[in-house]
């Protein structure tokens, strides 16, 4: 892959290369009035070039604006003596007929004379940051979570609980499991989600949590909590 940068960089470095012998980069990226053209070179006569670039085929539009440069940079420094040359991977006929009628310097270095860039290898976005945690069972903040999907698991839990006994021991990724068929917390069903809802159950005493992946029941549903 060829980005007009890559083109830029590699003049810059070997004007000998792609241009001339004798040339000396004065800068890159000028500035002039409202201007900013690619290359500042100077030539072994002391005269300056200005280079204009253009990644594939010259369009008119990079044909005629390299004249705003040279009078915009003339009119800037009258004293200098300025030359000014546009390089495209692919100059047409009709833009070369042109560019000769002006006077313009001009030269087509096809894209395979240039040092190709790989294309970068875009890794997957990392996950967002931890949310704060709770202390009940260490379960991440509910802010990333679907609320309503939240409420349909968390009333879908209640009645779940009314099938086993008080004093059940119960596993928290097979009963999260099941709740998936109520409603995904987050896009993939994150288990985090269903820790939340155990750690609220927990502080209204219808669940004890005995470790992350284990908890017991207290009291259905219908009864009041323990003293």
């Not at 003049?11 to 980069?25: H, V, W």
């Not at 000014?84 to 096809?110: H, Q, T, V």
């Not at 940051?129 to 349909?152: D, S």
Request: proline letters at 8%; zero cysteines; hydrophobic letters at 35%.
């Amino acid at each position: 892959m060829l980005t007009e940068k890559a083109m830029e960089d590699a003049i810059a470095q070997n004007p000998e290369r792609y241009l001339e012998t004798g040339l000396i980069l004065k800068a890159r990226q000028y500035r002039i009035g409202d201007y900013v053209f690619d290359l500042l070179f100077e030539d072994r006569h002391g005269a300056n070039l200005i280079v204009e670039l253009q990644k594939g085929t010259l369009d008119r539009n990079h044909t005629y604006k390299i004249l705003d440069y040279y009078d915009e940079y003339k009119s800037k420094n009258p004293e200098q003596f300025v030359d000014i040359m546009i390089i495209a991977n692919k100059i047409p006929r009709e833009r070369r007929d042109r560019l000769s009628s002006y006077g313009i310097a001009f030269k087509e270095i096809p894209e395979t004379d240039f040092p190709q860039i790989q294309s970068p290898i875009i890794d997957p976005p990392l996950p967002p940051p931890a949310p704060t945690e709770y202390k009940e069972m260490g379960v991440k903040g509910p802010a990333v979570w679907n609320k309503a999907a939240l409420a349909q698991v968390e009333s879908w839990f209640t009645e779940f609980i009314r099938d086993f006994s008080v004093g059940d021991v119960l596993d928290v990724g097979k009963a999260a499991r099941q709740s998936r068929k109520v409603a995904h917390i987050l896009p993939e069903g994150n288990i985090d989600g269903f820790r939340h809802i155990l750690s609220k159950l927990a502080s209204e005493r219808y669940i004890e949590p005995i470790d992350k992946q284990h908890f017991k029941i207290l009291r259905k549903p219908e009864q009041k909590p323990p003293a």
